[in-house]
């Protein structure tokens, strides 16, 4: 069975530093890969996301990702953060392209001045 | 173009009362999803629904839960009678198609607090 494993809560960084926020799955079929971003008090909104093609996948914000097969990883990564980006990020994956997304537990992301 | 609506936003409600949240999707997705996402955790699909279809409903406590989603459009989440484990966040989803990676946005959700 598939599953998403984001090993770091919370992730404080200061602000113009870069980031990069962990999530490896487990899967034994291809996969496609997203993030996703939830501010406090909203939905969640797509950032990025891996289909096939290029393993480095560029998204809103800044935000890009790598996927990884061989270490079935997809980490988020930004060059220099903004208190703006400051909310929770979540990486998800879809077995085989089908609907269903299994969600990680998320990493809180806290950008400090 | 507006995104999901969902209300309420929030609601707090005594044990063993019943509730019910409304989500209006995205004109023109004929997929609809119900999450719940707890404290601390990722969403979770509840059901999926294909227009007015409710294709996957595996995930749905069907001794307290039920949905439905009249005409293919808006959609409703009921819980009755609520317990204290209840208290989530209540997301809904929708998209245009169900396969192929196809972008699901997201609503705000509604904020489920039981007392």
């Known amino acids: 069975a598939q599953s998403v494993t984001q090993l770091d809560s919370q992730v404080p960084v200061f602000e113009e530093a870069p980031v990069e926020l962990r999530c490896n799955y487990s899967?034994?079929?291809?996969?496609?890969l997203f993030w996703y971003v939830q501010y406090p008090n909203q939905g969640l909104q797509l950032l990025l996301k891996y289909l096939s093609g290029s393993t480095l996948v560029k998204g809103i914000n800044g935000f890009e990702a790598e996927f990884n097969k061989s270490q079935t990883s997809f980490h988020l990564r930004k060059p220099s953060v903004h208190i703006s980006d400051t909310a929770e990020y979540f990486c998800a994956v879809s077995e085989g392209g089908t609907y269903k997304y299994i969600f990680g537990t998320g990493t809180r992301l806290k950008v400090l001045a | 173009e507006a995104g999901v609506v969902q209300s309420p936003r929030y609601k707090i409600i005594e044990k063993k009362q019943p509730v019910a949240f409304w989500c209006n999707p995205i004109?023109?997705?004929?997929?609809l999803y119900w999450y719940l996402q707890n404290l601390g955790q990722g969403p979770e699909l509840l059901i999926r629904y294909e227009n007015e279809e409710a294709v996957d409903d595996s995930q749905l406590p069907k001794d307290r839960f039920s949905a439905e989603r009249l005409k293919g459009v808006d959609s409703t989440l009921k819980i009755q009678p609520a317990e204290l484990g209840d208290s989530a966040v209540y997301l809904c989803?929708?998209?245009?198609?169900?396969?192929?990676?196809?972008?699901?946005?997201f609503g705000p959700g509604t904020r489920l607090t039981v007392l």
């Open positions: 989803a929708s998209s245009f198609s169900q396969g192929w990676g196809n972008e699901q946005f």
């Open positions: 004109s023109g997705h004929n997929t």
């Open positions: 899967s034994s079929v291809s996969v496609y």
